[in-house]
């Protein structure tokens, strides 16, 4: 405890580069990062076990405190995270000092991009550190390990993905199981690695063969009637119509090994003939199943992921059903379509067509009229922003007294310190919560500041002409591809609301770039949305 006093802290800025930090007072504001694997069973390391050990070692830290947290449930081998971007975000508004992660791999498994995201966080004038390595970009000694440890753990996940390659390629050569989930109906035997039969689900399996190939009942129904039945998967999961199509694809119960370039014929007993696997695959070929084969691609849907289910909340697929003269297409909610009848979600499907051509017509008319209509939305949306302005700027107000009194109570220890009237024990823990209300404080007030600066503001009237014409020439000559794709770049969602569907558009900007009226894919644009409605679309099945 330092014995001359400390001027107040001011509100931190952003600071130019790492190398150059400004000076400021009170504690270290750390932002701690955490992230587990999508593969579960292969990550030792939970959220919450990162989460605690995190705030372990900066309970530790005298001076430092926790003023965010984000985290991810995804892969590291991209950068391509909801949490990691929300970090940058954070870390250029100079919302923290120290980037904290449990382990270098959590953050991100790829030098090159381990680099490129610590270069993001200098810039920024943010410090990179790990719980359980010696990293800390804040010294040269850090960013030297952080940069050797990098590159030896990319080394070493490329030396056990090819061991454990070659190791299951191995083991398939000899007509073992090579490893994975085992199939429906076998069981893999210690010490062998061979595949045996399972007593309790060999009968079922024979059956789903049977249902199709001489039924000749859907892999969707023979989901139905196996879910009626009461009989569960593997994972005591309802039965879905592509996990029947994946038992049916598997050359695996003809008593054979297939693994990448390696068959190996007969290298188990067999659940079912070769006779009956060959019918499968013709009646799967000429079928072209429509749960896993669509008689069109995704880019015939204009409205893929915007739609999402009202009742459970995942997003509406495109799906076909062939009628006698004609392909009927539909939106149906992903539920539905994976456990069929069995599914919870009862939400029915949209006719496609309909729909398509009705948010599409909708974003015409709209940009037909956008000068009057987009001049009433942001009026209206200013009124709402300058309706909660006043709460804002009371909040800022009391937040900024709250700081010039945490302020005061700081210096007031810090007086009473040195005139003797307080000893260190005393005084050192009542300033260091109060140096983390006020970094909180400080954080909590640039937050404030940004959303009051986030002032609606109308599109140039050249930009609204450009808009309008290019939706002319889309609707005049545009291609199907072309269509969907002023979709993407204009609507920011569709929502199904008892009215109808209520398409809520983006409002673009003089950079905004439209896709050509013939363009060979999508784009990605971004906007505030505004929404309007458009007349309710008949969601009742147009089966023959």
């Known amino acids: 405890m330092t014995g001359h006093p400390t001027s107040p802290p001011k509100r931190r800025g952003r600071r130019a580069t790492a190398s150059t930090p400004p000076e400021r007072t009170g504690p270290c504001r750390v932002c701690v990062y955490i992230r587990r694997s999508t593969d579960d069973e292969h990550q030792p390391f939970s959220l919450d076990a990162q989460r605690a050990a995190l705030e372990k070692y900066v309970g530790a830290k005298d001076d430092w405190i926790i003023v965010a947290e984000y985290e991810d449930d995804a892969s590291g081998a991209t950068t391509e995270r909801p949490g990691l971007q929300k970090v940058l975000q954070a870390a250029k508004a100079g919302l923290f000092d120290v980037l904290l992660v449990y382990r270098l791999d959590r953050f991100s498994r790829s030098v090159a991009n381990l680099l490129d995201l610590i270069n993001q966080l200098e810039q920024s004038g943010v410090r990179f550190s790990s719980a359980t390595e010696p990293v800390d970009t804040g010294g040269p000694f850090g960013r030297m390990m952080l940069q050797l440890l990098a590159v030896f753990a990319e080394f070493e996940r490329n030396i056990i993905i090819d061991r454990v390659k070659s190791g299951m390629t191995a083991k398939a050569n000899k007509g073992k199981w090579a490893g994975g989930t085992r199939p429906y109906g076998y069981l893999v035997q210690p010490g062998t690695h061979k595949l045996v039969l399972n007593p309790d689900e060999a009968p079922t399996l024979r059956e789903i063969f049977r249902l199709y190939t001489e039924t000749r009942l859907g892999t969707r129904a023979i989901a139905d009637v196996l879910n009626s039945r009461g009989i569960r998967s593997r994972t005591g999961s309802p039965w879905a119509g592509y996990t029947i199509n994946r038992i049916l694809d598997n050359p695996a119960y003809t008593g054979d090994i297939a693994y990448g370039d390696v068959y190996v014929p007969d ?173 909180q404080q400080q954080v909590r007030r640039s937050a404030l500041e940004a959303e009051l600066a986030a002032q609606p503001a109308a599109p140039e009237p050249d930009t609204i002409a450009r808009v309008r014409i290019y939706l002319q020439q889309v609707m005049a000559t545009g291609t199907t591809a072309a269509r969907k794709a002023a979709i993407e770049a204009l609507i920011a969602e569709v929502q199904l609301t008892d009215q109808g569907a209520v398409p809520v558009f983006k409002i673009p900007t003089q950079d905004t770039p439209m896709p050509p009226p013939d363009p060979d894919g999508g784009t990605n644009e971004d906007g505030s949305p505004v929404r309007t409605m458009v007349r309710s679309v008949g969601r009742q099945g147009l089966e023959p």
């Open 267 to 439: 290298a188990h007993e067999p659940l079912i003939d070769r006779t009956a696997y060959a019918i499968a695959q013709q009646i799967a070929a000429a079928r072209g199943d429509s749960q896993t084969q669509r008689a069109m691609s995704d880019s015939d849907y204009y409205l893929t992921g915007l739609l999402t289910c009202p009742q459970c909340g995942h997003r509406y697929i495109g799906t076909s059903a062939n009628g006698r003269t004609r392909r009927y297409r539909y939106y149906t909610c992903y539920t539905r379509t994976r456990y069929g009848k069995a599914a919870t979600c009862t939400a029915p499907r949209i006719p496609a067509d309909d729909i398509d051509q009705l948010v599409l017509q909708a974003l015409h008319d709209f940009y037909t009229n956008a000068d009057t209509v987009l001049i009433a939305m942001i009026e209206n949306a200013q009124a709402q922003h300058e309706d909660t302005a006043d709460d804002r700027q009371a909040e800022l107000a009391a937040l900024d007294a709250h700081i010039t009194a945490t302020e005061t109570a700081i210096n007031r220890y810090h007086a009473a310190f040195e005139a003797g009237t307080m000893d260190d024990t005393t005084a050192g823990p009542r300033i260091r919560n109060l140096r983390d209300q006020l970094a």
